[in-house]
Every structure is written in C-alpha cells, then in structure tokens.
C-alpha cells in the first residue's frame, strides 16, 4: 500500500524528534564568492545573472533524482531535498556562508506554498509563484502584487529585500554587502535563486498532474526557524 502524505508528514515529525537540523554539503566548498557572509554558489539555471552556471542534467537524469555527487547538483537541488525535514526545525545552528543560502532557499519554499491553493491548476500556480519569485518583497500588496504585468514585474527584481535592507527578517544572522556593488551583485544572484528555485519546485508539486501534491501542500504552514521571508 503506498505511504500517505500524512504517514510521510509523520515520518519527518520523528525525524525532528530523533536527529538535528541538515546542514550545507557545500559548507566544504572552497573558492566560493562570498557577499556579506551568504554564499554565492553556482546553480544549474539558464536565468542571467552573476552565478556560475553549471552544466545542465544528462537527458536520461530526473530533476528529482540528481545525484549529490553529481557536477550538475546545486544548493536548489540540496534546498528541495532537505526543506520537508528541515522546515520541523525552530533551531539551527549556522556553521557557514553555505548554510545561509540553504536557509533563504527553504524560506523562499515556504512562501511560495503559502501561496499554492490544493484546487489551484498548474497554470495557476506557476503564474501566482512566477510573480512571487520576481515581486517585492513586502513593497507590493499582493493583490496588486497579482495584477501587476509582466514587464512591471521585471522591472521590480531590484526590489525584494536582502540582507542589510531594514525588511529583511534575518538581519541578525545576515550581514550587509560592503557595498553598493556587492548589493547589487547579490540582489541578482538571489533574483536567479528565487526564480530558479520556484520552477523547480512547481515541476514537484505538480508532478502527478494538474492537482498540486498533498504530500507538499501538508508543509504548507511549517515554519523553518519560525521565520519567514
């Protein structure tokens, strides 16, 4: 009999009270641009921007299934993975640059779950989360946020907050950029991160069709950290 979503949801409940919060594989990665003291590492994404790209999947290779070992395995990847057992965690202990990304990716998830309705269609959802992944961060309404056009949606990727921004809610855990520059240089990095990260998640809550996955949908109100972007 196949395992439920609540059966799985209940397994992750274990996991919380039987082992710690998973941390950055790429924690051990050298030569890695660093900004604030977030990590800029490369992503598998055609979207333009300052990351180094990394080589696409071989056809014969699932989204889902990328190996960790992998030249083309990334922090989205990581971030997908460890987000259903990360999310039961208040508590988590930084150990570097790379566990900062992971946590604004696993926040990032959160919020565009947030916005995933379970009668929501796929067409739908990659509309509501396209324009949640390039929209202000708190400077649009979300009706207005919704409604707004494509073009002034690009036109608004400089605007959600980063670190150093006084609406960024992890202020306390993530420095500023120096500079000018390095602001924006990580604004458009994190633009790729969210844009990226909202494809790929869509491809998994919608992958058994034009209904979203409960098994997702039941992580909808989990918190990582108690926080939220």
Known sequence: ?????????????????????????????????????????????RTRGPAYALPPLPASTAAIDVDPDSE???????????????????????????????????????????????????????????????????????????????????????QFSIPGDASFPLNQAFEAPKDRQDAETLRQYLSQVRQELAMRLLQQIYMGGDTPSKWWLSFTKRKFMGKSL
């Open 1 to 45: 009999m196949p395992v439920s979503f609540t059966h799985e949801t209940q397994k992750y409940q274990l996991i919380r009270l039987h082992a710690q919060a998973y941390h950055s594989i790429f924690l051990q990665d050298q030569d890695v641009r660093i900004i604030g003291n977030i990590a800029l590492l490369p992503l598998r994404t």
């Open 72 to 158: 083309s395995y990334d922090p989205l990847d990581e971030v997908l993975s460890l987000f259903r057992a990360n999310t039961f965690f208040r508590n988590f202990e930084i150990k570097g640059p790379a566990d900062r990304l992971l946590i604004y990716g696993i926040l990032f998830v959160s919020e565009c779950l947030g916005k995933v309705r379970s009668t929501m269609g796929s067409r739908e959802a990659e509309k509501v989360i396209r324009e949640l992944s390039i929209m202000v961060g708190r400077g649009l309404s979300e009706k207005a946020a919704l409604k707004v056009t494509q073009a002034l949606l690009n036109a608004a990727l400089d």
